[in-house]
């Protein structure tokens, strides 16, 4: 065989190569941030036994922040973490006697009324599919849930209660997305969930997706989409509640 002819073939193995590592650079190592922007009402209920007042809520914007990372190496799992604003507040007139952190309110006694039950995801979950058509995760999510719900009387030295609540709750994790060819857009849901007694939390959230941005240094991708957050507790750190937070996200999200 020439020399010539060698060279040739050497350069040609190694252009392959260095193409062939671009290409699957990202499946080495793969960095999410985003962040999303979520306008949510919440409805429902709280205090220290069943049944509890319905207490009205104003509608409030709240944002979500996450990191993720992903690798190539089969049985450890991937990592997401995500913080999640989860507040509310508002002002309602009780239409019944009410008993919280030990103060008693009496009927028509108007109250502000807040929770804050703001809460970090701790997601180890592992790749099912992972390609440009289809991406689907499961994992486990430990969902810290750490606020206060509080009611404070709508008068000169009113009274005030307020009930805490830190835990941390083991959650299913789910997470897919559909690419539709040849347009950049793409659908998907996500969502985590436990149930246990008369107990249920869930964050569900589906929508689609643009891809702004494709290339090697960053991918930049636009999320709009719905979401639904369930938390009904029942004597969680003294606490029982029924509350539906629900409306539309925007969000962010940056590839590396």
């Not at 239409?95 to 997601?123: H, P, Q």
């Not at 636009?222 to 369930?230: A, E, I, M, T, W």
């Amino acid at each position: 065989m020439q020399r010539s002819t060698i060279k040739a073939a050497v350069m040609v193995a190694f252009s392959s190569m260095l193409i062939a590592g671009q290409a699957s650079a990202d499946t080495l190592l793969g960095l999410y941030i985003g962040a999303d922007g979520w306008r949510s009402k919440a409805t429902g209920s709280f205090g220290n036994s069943e049944p509890a007042p319905a207490f009205n809520f104003n509608s409030k914007t709240q944002g979500t922040v996450y990191i993720a990372l992903e690798h190539p190496i089969p049985l450890i799992p991937n990592i997401r973490l995500a913080h999640n604003q989860l507040a509310a507040n508002g002002i309602t007139l009780l239409d019944g006697d009410f008993s919280f952190a030990g103060e008693d309110f009496a009927i028509n006694t108007t109250l502000a009324n807040r929770v804050d039950l703001t809460n970090t995801d701790v997601v180890l979950y592992y790749e099912l599919l992972d390609n440009r058509l289809i991406e689907l995760d499961l994992g486990l999510n430990a969902k810290h849930v750490k606020g206060s719900v509080s009611v404070i009387e709508q008068a000169a030295n009113g009274l005030q209660g307020e009930e805490s609540v830190s835990q941390w709750l083991p959650m299913l994790y789910a997470r897919s997305k559909i690419g539709l060819p040849l347009t950049g857009l793409d659908v998907f849901a996500q969502g985590s969930y436990i149930g246990w007694s008369d107990s249920r939390l869930y964050d569900l959230q589906a929508g689609i997706g643009y891809q702004l941005i494709d290339s090697l240094a960053v991918d930049v991708r636009f999320k709009l989409g719905y979401r639904v957050v369930n938390v009904r507790l029942d004597d969680l750190d003294e606490l029982y509640s029924n509350l539906d937070f629900k409306g539309v996200f925007a969000g962010v999200e940056l590839h590396f």
